[in-house]
């Protein structure tokens, strides 16, 4: 074997070589598709007025381009530059996965701090029962770390409906939490009432007192339920809570009508914003009337 | 032998005798339940005289003879419904005016619906109040009308007597908050701070539900179980059961508030209390109170949880006119107006107090006096709901 039949074999002649097989092969399918019509007489109506199938035009760009582009690739100078590029790809892939690893080590290290914030809050509070101040917790942690997900920029055609979506999933976890923050505010008198009155009961059974009326035990009860309700509603902390929680609710609602009026505008239906501006001019039209009706009949 | 802390033996028996009484209770409960009920409310025959948008005048048919020749308009709030002034025959506030030969209206506000929702209450006070009062007196040939307005349709009273003093021979006003700087009522601690321009732009108009919700929480404990304990216990009850369930269709009856009626309400007067100061606007008019110069009745409940008296008795002083009574009954927002006990004090007072200020000058002087004599030794006695009435003339 000589030294030139031994370049002949080189990497650049292969793929020279298979470029050139390849296009070989493809050549006669283009021909065959267009004998194929012929034959068969199954020409599409694009072929009976005169002009060639749309299917056979974009078979022979591409192969055009498939030409044209193994062509320069059989060039020795190319090839050996492609090859000596090829040469370098394991570098090139072990950066990029070591850029896809570092990624994800930081989404993780991310989320164990958020979730590492969670431990911290329930320690801020500091509460020994964990029931006691849960929920108001929860409410913060979601507002200060979950919240900020459903915030995310959205991209797109669709990015505004996206947006309502997500600030509508986001309302709707605020309200709920809140609301749990308010009903646990809500029925703690009840908890507080019954441990009352079971102290109340140990001291009347200490001195022999304890009624034989059933209901007598009711009436206590609800004395003391009451008055717990009294405290409870007068205080801050309830008026605050009751607060937070008609506001979340303002805001899931109005979040869910957005959504809602997306829905009805791809439907035709007139929105209640749409109803709004009309009743509003319906408003102010009615009320011109009345005035000037009155002007009319007391005129000064 | 040392006698037992708990006796356990008597307990039991009890416990055995109230399940036999409940048992035979249920048995009776069945019966009634499942029978006829007269639970109809507002049944006293009356005519629409007049009709506005959702807002429709009530004219009552006389029982007996007019007494007074100027009628009386009662206004009652946007919250909940009038009938509850006419819950059941020979319980009813306008039955008892009617037997007083009373000529008497009633606004029936209706159910707003959303496109009620931008009206004001200008548009309340100037325009359905006014509308109406024309209305009635266009009708008796008259230039004044006696005026009585109940909680929120007091406040509405106050302000149109204010703005149209020359319309009005005498105002009434029955549990009407007119000083909201106040600490008594749970309602005037919640309203402070109510972000009301987010709710009423959500909700338009704001749904009754909600309003019946925050009035239950007023007293859970006594609202949303004590009640309902009392009903169990007296479901064998015929009666006791009808004026439960009148009651019942009364409370949960709620109409929605117009959204900008609610705003302004809220804002004007239970965040910055302005219609006692003077301040307060309405269709660009300042209300002053010193333009009240017709003679004022102010009734309210010592009990009152929703209005409590702090909120209503400061009127009296405020206005212009020196002819003004505070009446404080032994009773809460609703008893003035259902409980037996008031029913036989309140209509009988205010006819009176409408006659009084109709007849000639000498006898009024006359009657004012041997009153205030009746008065004090009723106050002293405490025999009458009366708790406290103070008389400015």
């Known amino acids: 074997m000589t030294d030139k039949s031994q370049e002949k074999i080189g990497p650049e002649t292969f793929f020279a070589d298979w470029m050139k097989m390849t296009t070989e092969l493809w050549d006669p399918m283009a021909w065959m598709w267009s004998a194929f019509h012929k034959t068969t007489g199954m020409m599409p109506d694009s072929i009976k007025y005169g002009k060639r199938p749309r299917m056979q035009e974009s078979w022979d760009t591409a192969q055009k381009t498939w030409q044209a582009f193994s062509q320069v690739m059989s060039e020795p100078e190319t090839m050996e530059t492609f090859l000596k590029g090829a040469g370098m790809l394991p570098e090139i892939f072990s950066k990029m996965a070591q850029t896809g690893s570092k990624t994800f080590v930081n989404f993780q290290k991310q989320w ?74 809500l029925f703690s008198p009840m908890e507080k009432s019954f441990q009352v009155l079971q102290e109340k009961l140990a001291e009347l059974v200490d001195e022999g007192q304890l009624p034989e009326d059933s209901k007598a035990y009711y009436q206590m009860w609800i004395k003391i339920l009451e008055g717990h309700y009294m405290t409870l509603l007068q205080s801050p902390e309830y008026t605050l809570a009751l607060n937070k929680t008609l506001n979340a609710m303002s805001e899931f609602s109005e979040a869910k009508k957005e959504v809602l009026q997306d829905f009805l505008n791809m439907l035709h239906v007139p929105t209640h914003k749409e109803m709004d501006e009309l009743y509003k001019e319906i408003y102010l039209l009615k009320k011109r009337i009345k005035d000037l009706e009155k002007k009319n009949k007391n005129p000064v | 032998m040392t006698q037992p802390k708990i006796a356990i033996d008597l307990i039991l028996s009890k416990l055995a005798e109230d399940a036999e009484k409940a048992r035979t209770r249920a048995e009776k409960a069945s019966e009634v339940l499942l029978g006829p009920l007269e639970t109809e409310i507002a049944t006293t025959p009356c005519d629409v005289v007049y009709e506005e948008d959702r807002v429709k005048l009530k004219h009552y048919k006389p029982a007996t003879k007019i007494q007074l020749k100027r009628p009386l308009l009662l206004v009652y709030a946007l919250i909940n419904r009038e009938t509850m002034l006419d819950l059941q025959p020979g319980k009813s506030v306008v039955q008892n005016f009617l037997q007083e030969g009373i000529d008497l209206y009633m606004i029936d506000w209706g159910y707003p619906t959303r496109k009620d929702r931008y009206l004001t209450i200008d548009d309340h006070v100037n325009g359905y109040i006014d509308n109406a009062v024309d209305f009635i007196l266009k009708k008796h040939n008259l230039d004044k009308i006696n005026l009585m307005g109940i909680c929120m349709g007091g406040t509405f009273c106050v302000i149109y007597s204010a703005l149209h003093p020359e319309k009005v021979q005498n105002l009434v006003t029955t549990v009407t908050p007119t000083q909201f700087d106040t600490d008594q009522g749970l ?207």
């Not at chain 2, 009035?215 to 404990?221: E, I, S, V």
């Not at chain 2, 239970?270 to 660009?284: A, D, R, T, V």
């Not at chain 2, 205030?372 to 030794?377: C, L, T, Y």
């Open chain 1, 112 to 185: 164990l701090e958020r979730t590492g914030k969670l431990q911290e809050s329930t320690k801020t509070y500091n509460y020994e029962d964990l029931k006691e101040d849960a929920f108001k917790a929860w409410t913060e942690l979601y507002e200060k770390e979950f919240s900020k997900l459903f915030h995310i920029p959205q991209l797109g055609l669709t990015r505004f409906y996206q947006e309502k979506m997500l600030r509508s999933m986001d309302n709707f976890n605020i309200y709920q939490a809140t609301l749990a923050e308010f009903l646990r505010l």
């Open chain 2, 187 to 393: 309602l005037h601690i919640w309203m402070k701070d109510m972000d009301v321009n987010q709710i009423v732009d959500t909700y338009g108009n704001i749904p009754g539900d909600i309003m019946n919700l925050a009035f239950l929480l007023l007293n859970p404990a006594r609202l949303m179980i004590d009640k309902y304990v009392g009903f169990l216990e007296n479901m064998d009850n015929k009666k006791f059961v009808e004026n439960f369930v009148r009651m019942e269709k009364w409370i949960f009856d709620s109409p929605d508030v117009p959204g900008e009626t609610f705003r302004q309400f809220v804002q004007d007067c239970y965040q910055k209390n302005l219609l006692i100061q003077n301040k307060m606007e309405i269709g660009g008019q300042c209300v002053d109170l010193k333009k009240i110069t017709m003679p004022l009745l102010n009734y309210y409940g010592k009990y009152d949880h929703l209005v409590p008296p702090e909120a209503c008795e400061a009127i009296t002083s405020k206005v212009g006119s020196k002819d003004t009574e505070n009446v404080c009954l032994d009773t809460g927002h609703i008893g003035i107006y259902v409980s037996s006990k008031c029913q036989k004090e309140f209509v009988p007072r205010i006819a009176q107090w409408l006659k009084e200020r109709t007849a000639d000058k000498k006898k009024r002087k006359t009657k004012k006096t041997s009153r205030k004599k009746s008065v004090a030794k009723k106050t002293a006695t405490k025999t009458k709901p009366a708790l406290k009435t103070k008389k400015n003339k």
